[in-house]
């Protein structure tokens, strides 16, 4: 397997912290976003989407999209479990990183890449060139805000967002939750749950790659 | 189990067909948000979130996701395989599902949703208002026809989106390519076989529900 990383980017730490809390250890190719190497020939032809992380499976398929890689590596290598194992469970892993995705990780996308001045047409990745949107920044906003009251509403009732272990739902709301620094957004002073789940993540080995 | 639906919108619309080519039959209760049900006290308190599909499981969860509703289903009901059987099968299911959501799902959203006059501070689904942004409109309208590319581009090589037969990502796929009429958008005359995978499916029982 291989697997393109880029080490400041949110969506291929994701995987990362995927692949190392499962154990494993893949060859890696770091893709340098500040240097728009996503962009260059070589490596859309890799990637005609211009996204990391991406994942060449041992069959020589290329994976673009985060729950693919978490859903193949479980496949293959079950242990620990990060995905769920009951049918119960299974859902609440989806539930949960669905709701992080879209409630969280899209609304600090949409302020950051609709708001930094390095990101002027650029307010989507891909291949093709967005100009950014104002409104869309102030939006975010908003939605972050929201996004951490209702990560403290689950917390302060479940040790983890998708039960009582960690699973790739924890990791793609820590992951968010950290990235959050780069719009000055944080875990408030009134969620002790938020802030004690993301201490305790903090401290996995993994969140340190 | 207990399934909250609404039969004009299209995110019910994907959990209905997924039940349906299960042969699956669950009690539902229809949700109208032509009369801003999913608002209702009564609605609140079953989804926070105010969203339909609904599912409630056999051990009383609240299943508020298509992707964790679909893994639920799955997992207690296996068969017909919805969501990949191999390693590589699950990982294209999980691929192409979340390529059609962000890429297709989500632009017709932002058009339908920040140009409709009776969506004006409802740009956005939940219990919190927001208000239209008319460039994400305009943004939604590019991308839907990027969307459309992308679909003639793997289904010239796929017959059906993860491979060689129906999955949740064609079901997410179809539903979304159909509702793009509300926004008077449709498969070009240049896509022949995204126009033949469509109508391979809208052949199939579950698209009629």
């Known amino acids: 397997m291989l697997f393109y990383d880029c080490s400041t980017a949110p969506s291929p730490r994701r995987a990362r912290m995927f692949i190392a809390e499962k154990g494993l250890k893949i060859e890696s190719r770091e893709i340098s976003l500040a240097e728009k190497e996503?962009?260059?020939?070589?490596?859309?032809?890799?990637?005609?989407?211009?996204?990391?992380?991406?994942?060449?499976?041992?069959?020589?398929?290329?994976?673009?999209?985060?729950?693919?890689?978490?859903?193949?590596?479980?496949?293959?290598?079950?242990?620990?479990?990060?995905?769920?194992?009951t049918a119960d469970e299974k859902a609440q892993v989806m539930q949960w990183n669905a709701l992080v995705e879209q409630q969280g990780g899209?609304?600090?996308?949409?302020?950051?890449?609709?708001?930094?001045?390095?990101?002027?047409?650029?307010?989507?990745?891909?291949?093709?060139?967005?100009?950014?949107?104002?409104?869309?920044a102030e939006r975010g906003r908003l939605r972050v805000g929201l996004f951490f009251d209702l990560l403290e509403q689950r917390l302060s009732q479940s040790a983890y967002l998708a039960g009582e272990r960690l699973t790739m739902a924890d990791i793609t709301g820590f992951v968010f939750v950290d990235f959050a620094r780069v719009i000055k957004a944080s875990i408030p002073d009134t969620s002790p749950a938020?802030?004690?789940?993301?201490d305790a993540i903090k401290a996995h080995p993994s969140a340190s790659l």
């Open 38 to 85: 996503q962009l260059s020939p070589a490596f859309l032809a890799v990637n005609p989407r211009a996204t990391v992380p991406v994942l060449i499976t041992r069959s020589g398929a290329t994976l673009t999209e985060n729950l693919a890689i978490a859903t193949y590596l479980e496949a293959v290598s079950p242990n620990p479990p990060l995905l769920g194992e």
């Open 106 to 136: 899209l609304p600090i996308a949409d302020v950051l890449r609709n708001s930094n001045k390095h990101m002027r047409g650029r307010a989507l990745t891909g291949p093709v060139n967005f100009e950014q949107i104002p409104e869309l």
């Open 194 to 198: 938020t802030r004690a789940w993301f």
